[in-house]
């Protein structure tokens, strides 16, 4: 065990930190859940790319840097202390890309990925459905191969899908096979929104910006090479994909690490209002302390993984202690903030307020979606503890 | 940055586990519990004779020059089968501070502790009273910032029963002296050996939750209601789920405290406060939760539950309550320095 960064990480997280110090926009990005903001996300993606900073984990050959997981934390601690906007990407590069790389054919990864790292390529995720959420096997939109065996002709609807507003793409899993029960008979594919037949219909967030759409299908032709690993694959390749989602890339430590700082200095700034409530100061170090464990175990399975370890069972945890941190961060906040919790950024009389209230409504998101906690917590009692299924 | 345990680690981790679930079984501890001295010197000889006991002492000394890093997995280990024999205490806190004495004190006892033939433990204002008092050779005893070594024949023990049967816990009355003082100003080296004391403590209670969760998932697939095992509900899941989550995030905050205070980190205080909350806050839920799925057998004497339980409610106030480790935080995050925030963790 020796828990110092060698000469060579901390090189790299000097490149980093000179590099997002000159191009880290000075003004916050608008939200991109806005057509404007959107736009600025992509060109900041753009902008990454050309600093192949974009990906850092993906191979030097697809214009990343080949980081191991170490230096991927030390990249994502340098980007989230910069400000550095957030990933509007994030569902093409570190779900979709590394299912590609594995699943993909050569013609699919060299004609897609370039295209998902400069930005020109959004990708939407096309997971849920009206009668599949926490239940995903119950997926029951149609892909049926044409009679020429060209392409799919895909009908039905998926939901929640998070970007597709504005996204190029969407990936998901579609019913193959018509008799197919449960997982099987799934096929995973890859889905430009811009074809005929698709019509995406905004849905408001809580916050009223529209994060999130139903996409619907009607009679859309797909061709066959959009298809990712074999037909009546699907469950598998997704399985990798959601494997991802629920590991590490989806929420590195330093997020939640930021948000334990910003509200150690909310409390700071507003200590006398706040020791009003004496149980604050003991949720403030709470924040700061989990916040801490978060990293400390991520580095502790980041190191073992880099060994050769295997990810197990356990690392379903890992979105319950996330999401649920998250949420009492923001909870301790909107207590500091007291009566002026409740105003929007906006309002005339909201100084100081920052934007704990856009974090506290994201929030209560977390452990909702990417597999409800209620589903996480009978993963971690049936597949980490032993217990019995029925 | 290598934040694992090497293989010889974990193997002995693996061959001292092994030893222990066979050797110290519920039914031991219980039949200690009748007994005199609640310590069996057996037991003690036996891990004499692994090593265990003189883990820490240097090479120079005959024992094996180990450190925290080595020894954590260990007591985690020992928490598993709520040890009684107060290895844990002997082998992170007495040789330790041993170690930090006089060369003519060190030679004196790091070597009889190595061969087995001397028990050492150290008592703290912080714990009012000493376990295990009646059991060592010698009592190493703070008094304000001076430590004093007395022994057996030196002092009048005041048994005090604790809910846990397997705790010994004494009053010690003794008379400090020129004779007994063998440190002055020693405030820096009963801190240490606090943070040795809170990193065991934090350790064994890793190991008391793992054995809960185990116990209570055994038993919930064992009991049947409604014609059907009480571990396919998911209100029963959900309670263990919820013990499984805050143990698998305290694991890793009690390594770093182990290297912490193996290194000799400036903020290793720090790091042991935040490990024995976490570690001791996932064992009271463990035990909580532990106890709700039992239903009314959790309750009784009879079901070994109880031993991992009690255990659990001990440590949690033991080398410092969670008023002094959570007030310890609390100055290094809302003081004057920023000491929150992304890429911190290892400066």
Known sequence: MDLAYTPEQQAFREEIRTWLAANVPAEPLKSFDTAEGFQQHREWEAKLNEGRWG????????????????????????????????????????????????????????????????G??????????????????????????????????????????????????????????????????????????????????????LDGLPGFAEIFFDNVKVPVNRRLGGEGEGWKVAMATAGFERGLMLRSPARFQETARRLVNLYKENREAADRDPSVKEAVIRAYMDAEAYTLTTYQTACRLTQGGKIGPESSTNKIFWSELDQRMHETAMSILGARAELLPHAPAAQGVGNWLDGFLFAQSGPIYAGTNEIQRNIIAERMLGMPRK | MDFTFNEDQLLFQEEVKKFLVNEVTPELIRELWESESGRSGALWSQLVELGLTGMTVPEAYGGLGMNEVDFVLLAQECGFVALPEPLVEQVLVA?????????????????????????????????????????????????????????????????????????KLFAVEWTPSATTRIAEDAAELIEAALNRGALGAAAQALGLTQRMIELSVQYTADRQQFGVAIGTFQAVKHRMANVAVPLEYAKAVVHRAAHSVAIGHKNAAVHVSHAKIAACDASLTGAKNSIQVHGAMGYTWEVDLHIFMKKAWALNNTWGDSAFHKNRVASFVLGEADNAGAGRTFL
């Open chain 1, 55 to 118: 990906m850092v984990t993906w191979p030097e050959a697809l214009g990343g840097r080949g980081a191991d997981l170490i230096q991927w934390l030390i990249f994502e601690e340098e980007y989230w202390r910069a400000g550095a906007p957030l990933r509007v990407n994030q569902n093409g590069i570190f779900l979709l890309g590394p299912t590609l790389m594995e699943y993909g054919t050569d013609e699919q990864k060299a004609d897609i990925l370039p295209k998902m790292a400069n």
């Open chain 1, 120 to 205: 020109t390529e959004v990708w939407a995720q096309g997971w849920s459905e009206p009668g599949a959420g926490s239940d995903m096997a119950a997926i029951r939109s149609k892909a049926e191969l044409s009679d020429c065996g060209e392409y799919y002709i895909v009908n039905g609807q998926k939901t929640w899908s998070t970007r597709a507003v504005w996204a190029d793409q969407c990936f998901g899993m579609f019913r193959t096979d018509p008799n197919s029960q449960r997982h099987h008979g799934l096929t995973f594919i890859l889905v430009p929104l811009n074809l005929e037949g698709i019509t995406v219909r905004p849905i408001p967030q």
């Open chain 2, 95 to 167: 040789v330790p501070l041993i170690n930090s004495l006089p060369e003519a004190f060190r030679a004196e006892w790091l070597p009889r502790i190595a061969a087995g033939e001397a028990k050492v433990l150290v008592g703290l204002e912080q714990n009012q009273l000493v376990a295990d008092a009646h059991y060592a050779d010698l009592l190493l005893l703070q008094q304000g910032n001076e430590l004093h070594a007395v022994t057996p024949g030196q002092v009048k023990l005041i048994f005090n029963e604790s809910v846990d049967p397997s705790r």
